[in-house]
């Protein structure tokens, strides 16, 4: 199993490693603060990929309990509910995928799944079943950090923020809860902010950049995450997600929320130039 590329940050580490601690243990307490007390649950079956990533995140201000395989990681969450799950997606046994299966039946989390580099079949599967994010193996441990920060700050209710109704959708960004002629949906993190930010710029068509910027808050990274989750949030919103009427793909642009369609758009349409992602999965969106 691929480790991240940088050793664990305890007494016996590597030399390279030495100018991180300093400032870490300068600003433990503050750092402690920043964590927020948010509980992250690490599975993964390496114990050296697992001592890493929780050393980091404990020195961030996480809480963080460990989990070496499937059956463990479902019976830890049971037992005490995280606020963010990290997951390596290839566990023994019981593989990643099926325990975010599992623990999406169970209650809402947001998820980062830990993928092998290259294996793009794996990382679109992973978002299909829900997870909210991914890394690639190798990772740097302060770039997971990051992930895990965003992925938290975005589940944070927001202040102030009215809620937003369109075509017979309503989304409560104080309460994350979204809604379709009354009944509520069961959207993930990403998928509600994407939903969200769709109904904030009705009329306004996004390229896939935009909406990763905007929605994920990154500057760069595979846009066939973009491709996927708008495909699964047409599952939940649209009356036939075969042809989507409400969010609709713009040739060579992007997406397009809108609430006064009055015909659906091919069902076939591709979303923007082939170079910015994989072209099949562009298709399908």
Avoid: N
Avoid at 42 to 48: E, G, H, L, Y
Avoid at 93 to 104: A, N, Q, T, W, Y
Avoid at 238 to 248: G, K, T
């Amino acid at each position: 199993m691929h480790q991240p590329h940088e050793p664990t940050p305890a007494p016996r580490a590597a030399p390279q490693a030495a100018p991180e601690a300093a400032p870490q243990a300068a600003s433990h307490a503050a750092s402690r603060s920043a964590g927020g007390g948010a509980r992250i649950l690490v599975v993964d079956d390496d114990p050296t990929v697992a001592e890493v990533v929780s050393g980091y995140l404990d020195r961030a201000g996480y809480g963080v309990d460990r989990a070496g395989d499937g059956p463990d990681a479902l019976a830890r969450a049971a037992a005490h509910w995280p606020d963010l799950v990290v997951l390596d997606l290839m566990l023994p046994g019981m593989d990643g995928l099926e325990v975010c299966r599992r623990l999406r039946e169970r209650g809402p989390v947001p998820v980062i799944m830990l993928t092998a580099r290259g294996d793009e079949d794996d990382r679109i599967m992973g978002l299909e079943v829900g997870a909210d994010d991914y890394v690639t193996k190798p990772f740097s441990p302060r770039e997971l950090v990051l992930r895990v920060e965003s992925v938290l700050r975005r589940t944070r209710p927001a202040v102030a923020a009215r809620p937003l109704s369109a075509a017979g959708l309503t989304v409560d960004p104080a309460a994350r809860r979204a809604s379709k002629q009354g009944t509520e949906l069961a959207l993930t993190l990403r998928e509600f902010d994407l939903l969200a930010f769709l109904l904030r710029h009705p009329g306004r068509a996004f390229a896939r950049e935009d909406l990763m910027r905007e929605v994920w808050g990154w500057d760069f990274g595979d846009l066939s995450t973009v491709t996927v989750h708008v495909r699964r949030l047409r599952g939940k919103v649209e009356d036939d997600p075969a042809r989507p009427r409400l969010i609709q793909t713009v040739w060579g642009v992007g997406y397009r929320f809108d609430p006064t369609a009055d015909a659906p758009a091919p069902a076939d349409a591709p979303a923007p130039a082939a170079e910015d992602g994989p072209q099949e999965e562009a298709d399908h969106a």
